[in-house]
């Protein structure tokens, strides 16, 4: 007789009725009502529920304007255009990590001319930007880009006073100071509890903000840059020569205003669980969590096992408890090592603290 299939990781996946992280899976039926019926529709990007966003997203950050762009990738290379532009300086320093570097085919360059400076150590790719880090740079910069809170180190997140060093040593050199805040909606409660600074207070470090509404939120798409009003106008431009002004972007635009509004509020609640559920996982024999301090609901959590071994127990976990955890690792530091992404969220927010320690006692290899 045949052996039976085995399913897919997908398979297995859609069969399992809990989530060990994040919100769980996205369909059209949730993403279509995040579209108010009522939405005031944009033209080229003007207007309608595009403004609306772009005016609440100024309010919340404390600053002069905003501006809807399609994606993050357009939006940053853009800021940072303009900045480089107005300093006359093509040199731009981000940390060896950034999503500039690893995940938009050297776009940077490509389009735009700019010329890459590391803020840390390549040999080092785990360590975060510091102080130190950013005195051994020599060249004149036309930008600074900070990366709050820094997702492929596990959600890191500097101190707030390592924070106003690392912009202070920026304004000193005349370097604008630009963040890439695709999560910053996750690195509020951090600032709030540990400094008592607010979302306003974390932006007016910064000349510019990039936030996305997907990442964390749980939107369609899109993202937001904000600054003061003459940057604007001049990113407003790079929108267009980059092709983000298609005919209406409101599908886009009232997904973000919902979740913005719904759910900003709720990563306060994620960040604790996410520090609890962090100070669980230690005690667990072959898991390590990175960083060493979880100041936001990402962390990463890192398994001494081999890819195989992970996969064998990824699929115990789902057919045991139906409870589907991860797909692949974020990145295989070995033969014997894997770390895996891990972000409290909705569907995190379904399972108790004690159920979620069993699953990954039991991905640990340890029996339950």
């Given at each position: 007789?045949?052996?039976?299939?085995?399913?897919?990781?997908?398979?297995?996946?859609?069969?399992?009725?809990?989530?060990?992280?994040?919100?769980?899976?996205?369909?059209?039926?949730s993403l279509l009502a995040q579209i108010p019926v009522t939405t005031v529709m944009d033209v080229?990007?003007?207007?309608?529920?595009?403004?609306?966003?772009?005016?609440?997203?100024?309010?919340?950050?404390?600053?002069?304007?905003?501006?809807?762009?399609?994606?993050?990738?357009?939006?940053?290379?853009?800021?940072?255009?303009?900045?480089?532009?107005?300093?006359?300086?093509?040199?731009?320093?981000?940390?060896?990590?950034?999503?500039?570097?690893?995940?938009?085919?050297?776009?940077?360059?490509?389009?735009?001319?700019?010329?890459?400076?590391?803020?840390?150590?390549?040999?080092?790719?785990?360590?975060?930007?510091?102080?130190?880090?950013?005195?051994?740079?020599?060249?004149?910069?036309?930008?600074?880009?900070?990366?709050?809170?820094?997702?492929?180190?596990?959600?890191?997140?500097?101190?707030?006073?390592?924070?106003?060093?690392?912009?202070?040593?920026?304004?000193?050199?005349?370097?604008?100071?630009?963040?890439?805040?695709?999560?910053?909606?996750?690195?509020?409660?951090?600032?709030?509890?540990?400094?008592?600074?607010?979302?306003?207070?974390?932006?007016?470090?910064?000349?510019?903000?990039?936030?996305?509404?997907?990442?964390?939120?749980?939107?369609?798409?899109?993202?937001?840059?904000?600054?003061?009003?003459?940057?604007?106008?001049?990113?407003?431009?790079?929108?267009?020569?980059?092709?983000?002004?298609?005919?209406?972007?409101?599908?886009?635009?009232?997904?973000?205003?919902?979740?913005?509004?719904?759910?900003?509020?709720?990563?306060?609640?994620?960040?604790?669980?996410?520090?609890?559920?962090?100070?669980?996982?230690?005690?667990?024999?072959?898991?390590?969590?990175?960083?060493?301090?979880?100041?936001?609901?990402?962390m990463h959590v890192r398994f001494g096992a081999t890819k195989a071994q992970m996969e064998t127990?990824?699929?115990?976990?789902?057919?045991?408890?139906?409870?589907?955890?991860?797909?692949?690792?974020?990145?295989?530091?070995?033969?014997?090592?894997?770390?895996?992404?891990?972000?409290?969220?909705?569907?995190?927010?379904?399972?108790?603290?004690?159920?979620?320690?069993?699953?990954f006692t039991q991905l640990a290899g340890h029996d339950v």
């Amino acid at each position: 007789m045949p052996r039976a299939r085995q399913l897919t990781m997908d398979e297995l996946r859609d069969q399992c009725t809990a989530y060990l992280g994040g919100d769980g899976p996205r369909d059209t039926t949730s993403l279509l009502a995040q579209i108010p019926v009522t939405t005031v529709m944009d033209v080229y990007g003007t207007g309608g529920v595009v403004e609306e966003l772009e005016g609440e997203v100024a309010e919340l950050l404390g600053k002069e304007r905003a501006l809807f762009l399609p994606t993050g990738i357009m939006a940053q290379q853009a800021t940072l255009r303009v900045h480089a532009d107005r300093r006359g300086r093509a040199s731009v320093a981000f940390h060896p990590l950034s999503h500039l570097r690893t995940h938009e085919e050297n776009a940077f360059v490509r389009l735009h001319g700019l010329r890459e400076v590391l803020a840390g150590s390549r040999f080092e790719p785990l360590a975060p930007v510091s102080t130190a880090s950013l005195e051994e740079i020599k060249e004149p910069l036309g930008a600074l880009l900070l990366e709050l809170p820094q997702r492929d180190i596990g959600g890191y997140l500097p101190t707030w006073r390592e924070l106003e060093a690392q912009v202070q040593w920026a304004r000193e050199r005349g370097a604008a100071v630009h963040m890439d805040g695709a999560r910053l909606w996750e690195a509020a409660p951090y600032y709030a509890a540990s400094a008592k600074k607010s979302l306003a207070d974390v932006a007016a470090l910064f000349d510019t903000i990039y936030v996305s509404f997907y990442k964390g939120l749980g939107g369609i798409s899109g993202s937001c840059v904000a600054g003061d009003a003459d940057v604007i106008d001049e990113l407003s431009l790079w929108r267009t020569r980059h092709g983000g002004r298609p005919y209406m972007l409101w599908p886009y635009a009232a997904s973000a205003l919902t979740v913005l509004r719904e759910r900003r509020n709720d990563m306060a609640k994620y960040y604790r669980r996410a520090r609890a559920l962090a100070k669980e996982l230690r005690a667990i024999e072959g898991l390590d969590v990175l960083p060493d301090e979880v100041k936001s609901p990402l962390m990463h959590v890192r398994f001494g096992a081999t890819k195989a071994q992970m996969e064998t127990r990824v699929r115990a976990l789902a057919q045991s408890r139906g409870i589907w955890s991860f797909a692949r690792p974020f990145v295989s530091e070995g033969t014997r090592l894997q770390r895996y992404e891990f972000q409290v969220g909705r569907a995190s927010m379904e399972l108790r603290l004690d159920q979620i320690v069993e699953a990954f006692t039991q991905l640990a290899g340890h029996d339950v």
